[in-house]
């Protein structure tokens, strides 16, 4: 039996394809032109990499502010456009990762080279910590959406 809180406002009718693929592709663009600034800096997770990721961010903030209305219109949106965000950035900084520790890894220094790479330089916190963290936060807010039942107001 259905409630009341579980009915999005029938005034609008938002497509979530319409709505959301283009975040998506848009945060995919960003994400692979911070991986390529990364890439032709060194390889190193620095200052400047830190402040185009933020930047990132604070697209996805403006994105989902002026877009929140139009997402609680939409099953799990708001989750929805969370959960993109999150395996945008932190699967672009892992794959970057991976693909360092592999060239490394098969060069001179051998695993050893990989994973002081991984573990002792600011890949570590561009990689576990933020994949930690943030999943966390996914997490909670992924459970409140079940609780809620798919809608947020």
């Avoid at 185009?52 to 799990?76: C, D, E, K, P, Q």
């Avoid at 002792?120 to 936060?137: D, I």
Wanted: aromatic share 8%; hydrophobic share 55%.
């Amino acid at each position: 039996m259905s409630t009341l809180s579980e009915v999005p406002p029938a005034s609008t009718a938002v497509n979530a394809r319409s709505l959301l693929l283009p975040y998506a592709l848009t945060l995919i663009a960003a994400m692979a032109v911070v991986q390529a600034v990364i890439a032709l800096t060194g390889g190193e997770v620095t200052v400047l990499a830190g402040a185009l990721t933020a930047l990132v961010g604070l697209g996805i903030a403006i994105w989902l502010w002026r877009s929140y209305r139009s997402l609680t219109h939409v099953r799990f949106g708001v989750a929805v456009a969370h959960a993109i965000a999150f395996a945008t950035v932190t699967t672009s900084f892992n794959a970057h990762a991976v693909l360092r520790a592999m060239a490394l890894g098969s060069g001179e220094g051998g695993l050893e080279a990989a994973a002081q790479e991984l573990l002792a330089t600011s890949w570590f916190g561009a990689t576990l910590v933020m994949s930690a963290t943030w999943g966390l936060g996914l997490l909670v807010h992924l459970t409140g959406s079940v609780l809620g039942r798919g809608w947020e107001h």
